[in-house]
């Protein structure tokens, strides 16, 4: 009897050594391409990287030149679909949590969780008909507009799901005090849930931030620094994508600086997300 | 040898709130039959019962608490001051403004001990100067017995308080806006012997001024603290008496049965 119970354990500790080595490789395959993929980009472009290339736009080539212009466009356009989006998409996830409910509010859900999947090229090609064609230009404009599309379904989920996690006491406590439910949802659980949907809304922003396609009939790109709005304006994505397809090698080098840029504010926003939202009440 | 018993006042004291027939469903599901009862001012009245025999749906349908779970339907009339609360077209807001409850699990809003208490009055905008607001909610503090415990961190968020320290300041935050009845769902089932004590205490010295109705599982609590006691059982009012003759002398047999234990 002792014997097979011995012979029981030391099965099951195999197992879980293997178990426990094989999700340890994995990870590391996983973390390993991140890291890899990063100290590529690092190594392409910290050659090219340069102040006068931060701040110049671009110059024929041969000229240098830089991504100045494409820096600031960059940072315009997700202003503007913060300024459209994050509103909109935090009204519907208050909606899709607190009032909703039913088939209505079902029926909301879906659309809003269908919308979370289209392809960024089809926003791009819809706010392209709907606004580039009858203004007849590109703009800054049209391309905040479609960049916002794509943040407003993720940020009303990611909204929904945090004010779900307040618990019912809070409401239910607000609701004693002779509050309305305005006041209840406006005063308790989204600030309860504040810290949550300021992470949603930044997490939002990193992941627009390095839309391509629904630039590219939108914004369009430009080699000068934005004037206004109604004018097509450069991204950093856009211009990524213009010197990587050309044939010309200093391009090419300023594409690798370029994105080593772009991922430095991408992870630049998704460390402050963290830094901002630690435990504090 | 049964001592004698003091004589049942009822019909001295005015009754605050009157219930007629009320009936009660979850849905299909009925939850209260025919419940009517009177509740005088100024009072404790507790309802006992074993658990699911409808006293915390009861009590809830006395601020109308209810009305946010879906699927839920009243029969029935529930009077607060003579005024039918299910009558179409009644303000819910102001009669839970009248009408105060206090929760089993404490919920403090995730803010500051002052905002907390200020809460109710800010909503209803019942002061206006900042003087007046923070009298208010010293006040209330104090009616609460908390008032010394907190009185140098009142901007420190109330989840650093202890269990029973939360529950007074939820009772605090009721107070603070004066209703007129206090509704409280087994308000120390979650807390020590001596923080139950402490809140015991203070619902004596609370009835003064407010009529109370206690929900409680703990018989001793509720023959130490009401005046009144009603007892449920399966969503029907059994009896209700005065506390000292339901405890000692009760009419009927299932409430005798469960007061000595034999069930529930």
Same mark, same amino acid.
């Given at each position: 009897?002792?014997?097979?119970?011995?012979?029981?354990?030391?099965?099951?500790?195999?197992?879980?050594?293997?178990?426990?080595?094989?999700?340890?490789?994995?990870?590391?395959?996983?973390?390993?391409?991140?890291? #890899?993929?990063?100290?590529?980009? /690092?190594?392409? %472009?910290?050659?090219?990287?340069?102040?006068?290339?931060?701040?110049?736009?671009?110059?024929?080539?041969?000229?240098?030149? +830089?991504?100045?212009?494409?820096?600031? +466009?960059?940072?315009?356009?997700?202003?503007?679909?913060?300024?459209?989006?994050?509103?909109?998409?935090?009204?519907?996830?208050?909606?899709?949590?607190?009032?909703?409910?039913?088939?209505?509010?079902?029926?909301?859900?879906? #659309?809003?969780?269908?919308?979370? %999947?289209?392809?960024?090229?089809?926003?791009?090609?819809?706010?392209?008909?709907?606004?580039?064609?009858?203004?007849?230009?590109?703009?800054?404009?049209? +391309? %905040?507009?479609?960049?916002?599309?794509?943040?407003?379904?993720?940020?009303?989920?990611?909204?929904?799901?945090?004010?779900?996690?307040?618990?019912?006491?809070?409401?239910?406590?607000?609701?004693?005090?002779?509050?309305?439910?305005?006041?209840?949802?406006?005063?308790?659980?989204?600030? /309860?849930?504040?810290?949550?949907?300021?992470?949603?809304?930044?997490?939002? #922003?990193?992941?627009?931030?390095?839309?391509?396609?629904?630039?590219?009939?939108?914004?369009? %790109?430009?080699?000068?620094?934005?004037?206004?709005?109604?004018?097509?304006?450069?991204?950093?994505?856009?211009?990524?994508?213009?010197?990587?397809?050309?044939?010309?090698?200093?391009?090419? =080098?300023?594409?690798? =600086?370029?994105?080593?840029?772009?991922?430095?504010?991408?992870?630049?926003?998704?460390?402050?997300?963290?830094?901002?939202?630690?435990?504090?009440? | 040898?049964?001592?004698?018993?003091?004589?049942?006042?009822?019909?001295?004291?005015?009754?605050?709130?009157?219930?007629?027939? *009320?009936?009660?469903?979850?849905?299909?599901?009925?939850?209260?039959?025919?419940?009517?009862?009177?509740?005088?001012?100024?009072?404790?009245?507790?309802?006992?019962?074993?658990?699911?025999?409808?006293?915390?749906?009861?009590?809830?349908?006395? $601020?109308?608490?209810?009305?946010?779970?879906?699927? !839920?339907?009243?029969?029935?009339?529930?009077?607060?001051?003579?005024?039918?609360? @299910?009558?179409?077209?009644?303000?819910?807001?102001? *009669?839970?403004?009248?009408?105060?409850?206090?929760?089993?699990?404490?919920?403090?809003?995730?803010?500051?001990?002052?905002? $907390?208490?200020? @809460?109710?009055?800010?909503?209803?905008?019942?002061?206006?100067?900042?003087?007046?607001?923070?009298?208010?909610?010293?006040?209330?503090?104090?009616?609460?017995?908390?008032?010394?415990?907190?009185?140098?961190?009142?901007?420190?968020?109330?989840?650093?308080?202890?269990?029973?320290?939360?529950?007074?300041?939820?009772?605090?935050?009721?107070?603070?806006?004066?209703?007129?009845?206090?509704?409280?769902?087994?308000?120390?089932?979650?807390?020590?012997?001596?923080?139950?004590?402490?809140?015991?205490?203070?619902?004596?010295?609370?009835?003064?001024?407010?009529?109370?109705?206690?929900?409680?599982?703990?018989?001793?609590?509720?023959?130490?603290?009401?005046?009144?006691?009603?007892?449920?059982?399966?969503?029907?009012?059994?009896?209700? $008496?005065? !506390?000292?003759?339901?405890?000692?002398?009760?009419?009927?047999? !299932?409430?005798?049965?469960?007061?000595?234990?034999?069930?529930?």
């Amino acid at each position: 009897m002792a014997a097979s119970f011995t012979n029981i354990d030391r099965i099951r500790r195999a197992n879980s050594a293997f178990m426990t080595t094989l999700t340890g490789l994995c990870t590391l395959l996983a973390v390993g391409a991140l890291i #890899i993929i990063l100290g590529h980009i /690092a190594w392409q %472009g910290i050659g090219s990287l340069n102040w006068q290339f931060l701040i110049d736009r671009p110059r024929p080539v041969g000229e240098g030149g +830089g991504i100045g212009n494409a820096i600031v +466009g960059s940072l315009l356009l997700l202003l503007i679909s913060s300024v459209f989006g994050l509103p909109l998409g935090i009204c519907v996830g208050i909606y899709l949590s607190e009032i909703g409910r039913g088939r209505f509010g079902d029926a909301v859900r879906f #659309i809003v969780d269908t919308l979370t %999947g289209i392809p960024s090229i089809v926003t791009g090609v819809f706010v392209y008909a709907i606004i580039v064609v009858p203004t007849k230009h590109f703009s800054a404009l049209a +391309g %905040g507009v479609a960049l916002a599309m794509i943040m407003i379904p993720i940020v009303a989920r990611t909204t929904e799901e945090m004010l779900k996690l307040v618990p019912h006491s809070l409401r239910e406590g607000a609701l004693a005090l002779g509050a309305p439910q305005w006041r209840v949802i406006l005063g308790v659980v989204v600030p /309860a849930a504040a810290p949550g949907i300021a992470t949603g809304a930044m997490l939002a #922003i990193a992941r627009v931030s390095g839309e391509t396609a629904p630039l590219l009939f939108t914004a369009f %790109g430009s080699r000068f620094f934005p004037e206004s709005l109604n004018q097509p304006i450069a991204s950093l994505t856009v211009q990524i994508y213009n010197y990587a397809i050309s044939p010309f090698d200093e391009w090419h =080098a300023q594409a690798w =600086a370029a994105t080593l840029v772009l991922m430095t504010l991408v992870l630049g926003i998704n460390i402050m997300v963290r830094f901002l939202t630690r435990k504090k009440f | 040898m049964p001592r004698p018993m003091a004589p049942v006042e009822t019909s001295s004291a005015k009754t605050k709130v009157a219930v007629r027939n *009320l009936n009660f469903f979850y849905g299909r599901v009925q939850a209260l039959h025919e419940i009517s009862i009177e509740i005088p001012e100024r009072i404790v009245m507790a309802f006992i019962g074993p658990s699911g025999c409808g006293k915390s749906t009861f009590l809830r349908t006395l $601020n109308r608490m209810n009305d946010v779970i879906p699927g !839920t339907r009243v029969g029935g009339e529930v009077l607060i001051d003579d005024h039918d609360i @299910y009558a179409p077209g009644t303000d819910v807001v102001d *009669l839970r403004r009248r009408v105060g409850m206090v929760f089993q699990k404490s919920n403090p809003f995730p803010k500051s001990i002052f905002d $907390n208490v200020a @809460y109710g009055l800010r909503i209803n905008r019942v002061t206006s100067s900042g003087s007046e607001l923070e009298g208010r909610v010293e006040q209330a503090l104090k009616d609460a017995a908390l008032w010394n415990e907190v009185k140098d961190r009142l901007k420190t968020s109330a989840l650093s308080l202890s269990g029973g320290q939360q529950q007074r300041l939820c009772i605090a935050r009721a107070l603070a806006i004066r209703p007129e009845v206090l509704l409280m769902d087994e308000p120390a089932s979650a807390l020590d012997p001596i923080a139950t004590s402490k809140i015991e205490e203070l619902i004596f010295d609370l009835k003064k001024q407010y009529t109370i109705v206690i929900v409680t599982h703990n018989m001793q609590q509720a023959a130490r603290v009401s005046d009144r006691t009603a007892f449920f059982l399966l969503g029907k009012l059994i009896e209700v $008496n005065a !506390t000292e003759k339901i405890f000692t002398a009760p009419s009927v047999k !299932t409430t005798e049965d469960y007061i000595t234990g034999r069930f529930g």
